[in-house]
């Protein structure tokens, strides 16, 4: 039987970034605790399933779960495992740097937490005011030595590059503060700003201006230089980590894995079926208490779609996939499906070695019309 991961959403911020258009808000601890319990219903519902099942990465994201005291986190985690953690698993919690303490970190960390993912963001305070980031650089820093202090052997840092406003050095000092601290796993991501955020409401009113294409790749190029200087290994289009330390949890998306997603709006894929929990947080609690799984929706891919599917999300990563692996899963669409692979081939983008193919690093930055052409 195949392994399985969980992913368990935590909706609640103190308050919304900029940026964000995320399934997050701010809430009153009424509504907190009203959610935590229609989530320990969803879990018991789906009991049979998690108990069939070996789990191997449990994930804490949101929102911001570092919100939730300890005692509730744990709570819920104990629920998933029931009683058998294994030996391997990995437990991953989302951390905002304002949110975490030494003493809580150490209860989370013997609690079973063995990964950390603070989100930095930027190591500017001027970057982190226009991105409404409710710390500052220094907090940022605290959350990283407080982490260490309490245990935790691999912790990653999300940066967040392409600010309007920004600088290449700008961005380049964020970095190497970041690398300063030796993480074990780094994420770069691109700021894309999004409709209807006051962000974009500033962008599009003239206050602020987007940066030109070539500086924002130019960013992504001389992060992947200096990472690959410090021995970190580039290993999916914005992630990076020392030998050893990739996000477990997250391969197991990029790699067509099995995994429950528990929690407002949260997907789960199993034996090729996507769903997708409601998106209204009234209406998951309401489902719940009626002790009905909380579905929206329900979609199932074969042939050609499931190929493609698969094939997009594991060129993400540096390891591509197997041409035998899914010619032999999807034996009557791949032979379709590898023309535009040797098209792609002929053109640079693609590559192939010993049946395996992969985007090039240098083409990491243009992925998305890569896979455009995969459609
Ligand atoms: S902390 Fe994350 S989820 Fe919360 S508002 Fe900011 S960007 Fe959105």
Not at 74 to 90: H, M, V
Not at 307 to 314: G, S, V
Request: with cysteine; hydrophobic share 40%.
């Amino acid at each position: 039987m195949r392994p399985l991961s969980v992913y368990v959403h935590i909706p609640f911020c103190l308050r919304k970034c900029a940026y964000c258009d995320f399934p997050s808000f701010t809430a009153p601890e009424t509504l907190v605790e009203e959610y935590l319990k229609a989530l320990k219903i969803e879990i018991e519902i789906y009991r049979p399933f998690l108990s069939e099942r070996k789990i191997e990465t449990v994930y804490f994201g949101g929102g911001t779960p570092s919100l939730l005291k300890p005692e509730k986190l744990l709570s819920l985690l104990d629920l998933i495992l029931s009683g058998k953690p294994g030996d391997d698993l990995e437990v991953t919690l989302e951390a905002n740097p304002g949110t975490v303490n030494l003493r809580e970190l150490k209860a989370l960390k013997e609690g079973g937490f063995n990964r950390i993912s603070i989100g930095a963001q930027s190591f500017q305070d001027s970057e982190l005011a226009l991105l409404g980031r409710i710390h500052n650089s220094a907090q940022a820093r605290e959350a990283f030595e407080a982490a260490r202090k309490s245990g935790f052997e691999n912790i990653n840092l999300d940066l967040i590059f392409g600010l309007p406003g920004q600088s290449l050095g700008d961005f380049l000092y964020s970095l190497n503060q970041a690398v300063s601290l030796a993480p074990e796993h780094l994420s770069l991501y691109c700021l894309s700003i999004e409709k209807g955020t006051p962000l974009f409401l500033k962008v599009k009113s003239g206050e602020l201006h987007s940066l030109g294409d070539d500086l924002v790749a130019s960013m992504y190029h001389s992060a992947c230089r200096i990472l690959a200087g410090n021995r970190y290994e580039h290993y999916e289009i914005s992630n990076f980590a020392q030998p050893g330390y990739r996000s477990r949890h997250n391969m197991v998306y990029w790699t067509y894995g099995d995994y429950l997603g528990f929690g407002l709006k949260a997907v789960s894929f199993h034996d090729g079926i996507r769903r997708g929990n409601l998106g209204k947080v009234d209406q998951y609690i309401a489902s719940l208490k009626e002790g009905k799984a909380p579905i929206a929706y329900r979609t199932g891919k074969r042939g050609v779609a499931a190929l493609r599917e698969e094939a997009i999300l594991r060129l993400r990563t540096s390891d591509g996939f197997l041409e035998e692996e899914l010619r032999q899963k999807y034996p009557r669409a791949f032979p379709a499906f590898q023309k535009k692979l040797l098209a792609l081939k002929e053109s640079g983008l693609l590559e192939e070695s010993k049946g395996r193919w992969r985007i090039r690093e240098r083409y990491f930055f243009v992925s998305l019309e890569i896979m455009a052409r995969l459609m």
